[in-house]
């Protein structure tokens, strides 16, 4: 197989803080990378620095919670480049409607008392659009591109859960629900794609500041709120990761020489989070 020709990937939220940096550096490594996401203008940002680093990237608006907006995008790579051989799953997030605003029951939630939101004043509706995104949103494009991995006997799916997939983190049910979905579905999608040499694995990225966490940890001020002294106190690393820190993780997962017999994991890259002892 000419290694070149095949260097095709497919970034799912591209648009976005965690895996704009990581489609710019499949690029810098001879990918070419379709990015995916809703916003067109947000991906076409990426694109352009991309391309005009001498990188090649297209972007593609697609909704990967729906199936044929997923095949559409299969095709147009297809037609472009040829078949998929990295895929990864950033695209998800959270909606503030799916959000809590208390950690335990209150009375008042069910008196209809508009300070108090919680479990029962939810949307369910939004709550399964959380959950649609965050779980469905990554099997989709694992079940579109993968089919012509599977065909070429060769692909490497990296999946995105989060610290929610080990602990459910308070007021984020539907969020910390579908992420723990994923790394199950990870274990379940490595352990029946192995006879088809594609490996999938997932990363759990602690806690790292994109637009929308950054008006959750943050006030006007540019004080930290109460979450994020929350989170820095449970985090031994003592700040919010940055993007590039997921790029060492990345490139090992999808290097077929080193990380080749390393399928169905899941790596935290959380500043310590998991370990914090939390009291
Ligand atoms: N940042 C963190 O601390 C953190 C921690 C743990 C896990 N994660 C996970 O890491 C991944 C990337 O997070 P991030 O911080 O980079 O978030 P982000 O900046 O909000 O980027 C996520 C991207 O996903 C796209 N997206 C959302 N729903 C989509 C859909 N239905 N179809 C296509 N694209 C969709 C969004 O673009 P459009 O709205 O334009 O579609 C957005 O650009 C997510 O899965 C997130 O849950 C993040």
Redesign the pocket.
């Known amino acids: 197989m000419n290694k070149t020709k095949h260097k095709i990937a497919v970034v799912?939220?591209?648009?976005?803080?965690?895996?704009s940096e990581m489609a710019r550096d499949l690029a810098r490594q001879g990918y070419k990378v379709a990015l995916?996401?809703?916003?067109i203008d947000?991906l076409k940002v990426v694109e352009d620095e991309i391309n005009a680093a001498g990188g090649e990237a297209i972007s593609i608006s697609?909704?990967?919670?729906g199936e044929a907006s997923v095949r559409a995008a299969n095709e147009l790579v297809m037609k472009t480049w040829g078949p998929v051989t990295v895929l990864i799953n950033?695209?998800?997030?959270?909606q503030n409607d799916a959000l809590t605003n208390t950690v335990e029951f209150d009375e008042r939630e069910l008196e209809g008392d508009p300070a108090v939101k919680g479990f029962f004043n939810l949307n369910m509706q939004t709550f399964q659009s959380v959950i649609d995104?965050?779980t469905m949103?990554t099997v989709i494009p694992c079940y579109v591109f993968g089919r012509e991995m599977a065909r070429n006997k060769h692909g490497n799916i990296i999946n995105?859960?989060?610290?929610t997939s080990y602990r459910p983190i308070t007021k984020v049910a539907a969020?910390a629900m579908a992420?723990g979905g994923i790394v199950n579905f990870t274990q379940w999608l490595a352990a029946y794609l192995a006879p088809a040499n594609i490996r999938v694995n997932a990363i759990?990225?602690?806690?790292?500041?994109?637009?929308?966490?950054r008006k959750i940890m943050f006030h006007e001020d540019g004080s930290q709120t109460e979450r994020a002294v929350n989170i820095m106190r449970q985090t031994p690393i003592k700040r919010f990761?940055d993007?590039h820190e997921l790029l060492g993780c990345m490139n090992w997962l999808i290097d077929d020489k080193n990380a080749g017999f390393v399928t169905g994991i899941t790596i935290p890259v959380d500043g310590g989070f998991l370990s914090s002892p939390g009291v």
């Open positions: 799912t939220g591209a648009g976005g803080t965690l895996c995916l996401g809703r916003s947000k697609a909704d990967v919670s950033g695209a998800g997030g959270n995104i965050n949103g995105f859960a989060s610290m969020y992420k759990a990225p602690g806690f790292f500041l994109n637009d929308r966490s990761g993007a």
